[in-house]
């Protein structure tokens, strides 16, 4: 089965920290997401990677940073933590071939205060 | 630009019926087409698929539907079961030009026993 894990289901931050959140995956899929979820918004993409080292923006990027040193891990940063960055953050990773669903983590729930 | 629409936020069904939930696009470019089922503080799982070539897919109790010329696709479920509550998302890729998905707002389904 594949797999998708996000280091944590949980995250509590104050208001200017940088925060990492951290996403493994182990099918050896090239392409991996970050997108975060809010009421009534969907799922909307931050950033995403179809290689180690690269990256991409999504449609929101705008206070995010990602970084992709190994092909399972892929990395979204917070560079100063806000209020309004609280959401539920979702990692997915998808094969380069088409016609393929992609496999998300199980989602970390960040509350910034 | 919202690319890919569900423009109903709920839908409540009576156990036993069948629940339709539907899907907008607007980017000819799409090809490829997602559902995904979503629970709270979960990941999205991978429901059914369904390629541009065809007009329909089924697996078990869902099955998809797509119009290309009116760019609407559906999710047909039968018979509908308590299980099935959750919020559903459409998604949308273009598989010849990179592997993101867009997705839709959601839809949240309640099946009433």
């Known amino acids: 089965d594949v797999k998708v894990t996000q280091s944590s289901r949980y995250l509590v931050k104050r208001t200017g920290e940088k925060v990492f959140l951290e996403c493994v995956q182990d099918?050896?899929?090239?392409?991996m997401f970050w997108y975060r979820q809010d009421p009534g918004l969907g799922l909307r993409l931050i950033y995403f990677?179809?290689?180690?080292?690269?990256?991409e923006k999504g449609d929101i990027p705008e206070g995010y940073s990602v970084s992709r040193e190994k092909k399972e891990r892929f990395s979204l940063i917070l560079e100063s933590a806000s209020t309004n960055q609280t959401s539920m953050y979702l990692c997915?990773?998808?094969?380069?071939?088409?016609?393929?669903?992609?496999?998300f983590g199980q989602g970390t729930r960040l509350t910034v205060v | 630009d919202q690319q890919v629409k569900q423009n109903s936020p709920s839908l409540s069904v009576q156990e036993g019926r069948i629940s339709i939930l539907n899907c907008d696009y607007t980017?000819?470019?799409?090809?490829?087409f997602l559902w995904y089922k979503k629970y709270p503080a979960e990941g999205p799982t991978f429901l059914i698929s369904?390629?541009?070539?065809?007009d329909k897919n089924e697996d078990g109790r869902f099955t998809v539907f797509l119009n290309k010329s009116a760019k609407h696709l559906s999710l047909h479920i039968v018979p509908s079961q308590p299980g099935d509550s959750a919020v559903y998302f459409c998604?949308?890729?273009?598989?010849?030009?990179?592997?993101?998905?867009?997705f839709g707002t959601g839809t949240r389904l309640t099946i009433i026993p």
């Open positions: 997915a990773s998808r094969p380069d071939r088409p016609n393929t669903e992609a496999f």
């Open positions: 099918m050896d899929h090239e392409n």
């Open positions: 990677s179809y290689d180690v080292k690269m990256k």
């Open positions: 980017n000819s470019m799409f090809d490829y």
């Open positions: 369904i390629s541009s070539i065809k």
């Open positions: 998604a949308a890729s273009w598989d010849h030009g990179n592997e993101k998905l867009t």
